[in-house]
């Protein structure tokens, strides 16, 4: 890609008389736009819930599938730390080990509890990644996660099918057998 800035000295009659410019190539320029843009396409439409922080853990952006999960808009959230949506379930040992392994590793990923702006409690499969600068401070941290109620759903669903008489829905000798084994031990 060329751009092209000048003006022309033209005589009484028209004719180009003098010209004076400069050409520009914006290849670099254009294909970091368009980078940028593909970027943020995704932010925008990926099914995943994606949240990005500060340094000092203050919201600054959220996508869509964010707002969607957790109920919260955009405009909740800006400048707001993430534990507003905090269920209760984890105790502070369970967050500072969490913290602990961002700061060593740079990433942390498991299973968790929050609650949507409804008040719901609803379990999530997270990951949070550091992003650092130059040299190597977390100036961001991402989180992504997706919802995994349904299968959580499907779990318990499975358990009890393995477990409990469909007809009756008394324990079975599975579960019997699953108890004392775990007693014994």
Do not use: C
Request: charged content about 30%.
């Amino acid at each position: 890609y060329v751009r092209e800035e000048g003006e022309v000295t033209r005589d009484k009659e028209g004719a180009p008389l003098r010209m004076l410019g400069t050409v520009h190539d914006v290849t670099e320029k254009k294909q970091a736009d368009e980078r940028l843009r593909l970027s943020q396409k995704v932010f925008e439409s990926a099914g995943e819930a994606i949240l990005i922080t500060d340094e000092n853990s203050k919201i600054v952006d959220v996508n869509p599938a964010y707002e969607k999960i957790t109920g919260y808009s955009k405009e909740d959230v800006i400048g707001q730390n993430p534990n507003i949506s905090r269920s209760g379930r984890h105790d502070n040992p369970f967050y500072q080990q969490m913290w602990e392994q961002i700061e060593s590793t740079g990433s942390w990923s498991g299973e968790i509890w929050d609650r949507r702006k409804s008040g719901e409690v609803y379990p999530k499969y997270l990951t949070i990644n550091a992003i650092s600068n130059d040299y190597n401070q977390p100036t961001h941290y991402v989180g992504v996660f997706t919802d995994i109620t349904y299968q959580k759903e499907t779990e318990k669903s499975l358990e009890r099918l393995a477990y409990y008489d469909p007809l009756t829905a008394l324990p079975n000798r599975a579960l019997f057998r699953d108890r004392l084994t775990h007693n014994v031990q």
